[in-house]
C-alpha cells in the first residue's frame, strides 16, 4: 500500500471515508490487516501529508486509530485527548486537518470501559484531571443516573460522543460550513475494547 498523495486524497467522498474505516477495521477485527511497508511510507510522505480523515479519540492505550481502522503512515490526522473531549485546541486541529490540509471525514471516536467517563460519572476531582473531567459532566448529566453502573457509564460514553460531535458543530464554523457545503461529514464512532469492533452511531 502507497502513502496517500493529494490526487487520492481528492478521490475521497466525505461518505467513502466513512465505508474506508469501516473496511479498515472489518480487516482489523478479522486479523486479516493489509500489507504495508511503512518504512516506503516514511520516505513517501516526507515532502508532505494527505490524510483523509480526522479521528478524535481518547488517550486509552487500547484504542490506537491507526491500528483499530487499519491505515497506514499518512492515512489519518490522529487527535487523542482523555475522554475525546472538544477544546478551542482539539477543534484548531480538526480545522486545520479538514480546512488546511484536505480531509474529508470528522470521527469522534469514544469506547467502551473508558476511565475517564467512569470518572466523571464517579465525580472524581485530582489536580488538571478535574477541569478535564468537567467537559464530560455534560454527558452525565444527560443520563442523569442515580447509581453509577457499568449501563450507565456506556450510556454515558455514547451521549459524550454525541455532545462532542455537537460542540464540534456549534463552536467552528469553519467545520460547520464545510459540513454543510458536502466537503466533510462530522460522525460519531465508539470502539469496543472487548471485540475491536467499530460501531458507527
Known amino acids: 500500500m502507497k502513502a496517500q498523495t493529494k490526487e487520492t486524497q481528492q478521490l475521497f467522498t466525505p461518505e467513502s471515508?466513512?465505508?474506508t474505516l469501516k473496511t479498515g477495521n472489518e480487516r482489523f477485527v478479522a486479523n486479516n490487516k493489509l500489507n504495508r511497508d511503512l518504512n516506503n511510507q516514511v520516505s513517501d510522505t516526507s515532502g508532505g501529508q494527505f490524510p483523509f480523515a480526522v479521528v478524535l479519540s481518547c488517550i486509552d492505550s487500547r484504542v490506537p486509530a491507526e491500528i483499530i481502522f487499519d491505515q497506514?503512515?499518512?492515512?489519518i490526522f490522529s487527535v487523542r485527548v482523555a475522554g475525546n473531549v472538544v477544546n478551542e485546541d482539539v477543534l484548531?486541529?480538526?480545522e486545520y486537518g479538514c480546512k488546511v490540509a484536505g480531509s474529508?471525514?470528522?470521527?469522534?471516536?469514544?469506547?467502551?470501559?473508558?476511565?475517564?467517563?467512569?470518572?466523571?460519572?464517579?465525580?472524581?476531582e485530582l489536580g488538571n484531571i478535574t477541569a478535564l473531567l468537567s467537559k464530560i459532566q455534560p454527558a452525565v448529566s444527560k443520563v442523569n443516573k442515580q447509581e453509577v453502573t457499568a449501563e450507565s457509564i456506556e450510556e454515558t460514553a455514547i451521549t459524550n460522543v454525541e455532545l462532542s460531535v455537537e460542540q464540534i458543530k456549534a463552536e467552528s464554523t469553519i467545520l460547520a460550513?464545510?459540513?454543510?457545503?458536502?466537503?466533510?461529514?462530522?460522525?460519531?464512532?465508539?470502539?469496543?475494547?472487548?471485540?475491536?469492533?467499530?460501531?458507527?452511531?
Do not use: P
Open 92 to 94: 484548531g486541529s480538526i
Open 177 to 201: 460550513e464545510m459540513e454543510k457545503n458536502g466537503e466533510i461529514n462530522i460522525v460519531g464512532a465508539s470502539y469496543d475494547v472487548a471485540t475491536g469492533k467499530v460501531t458507527f452511531i
Open 72 to 75: 497506514g503512515i499518512g492515512d
Open 104 to 124: 474529508k471525514s470528522v470521527v469522534v471516536l469514544g469506547h467502551t470501559k473508558c476511565g475517564a467517563v467512569t470518572a466523571a460519572c464517579k465525580h472524581v
Open 17 to 19: 471515508v466513512i465505508e
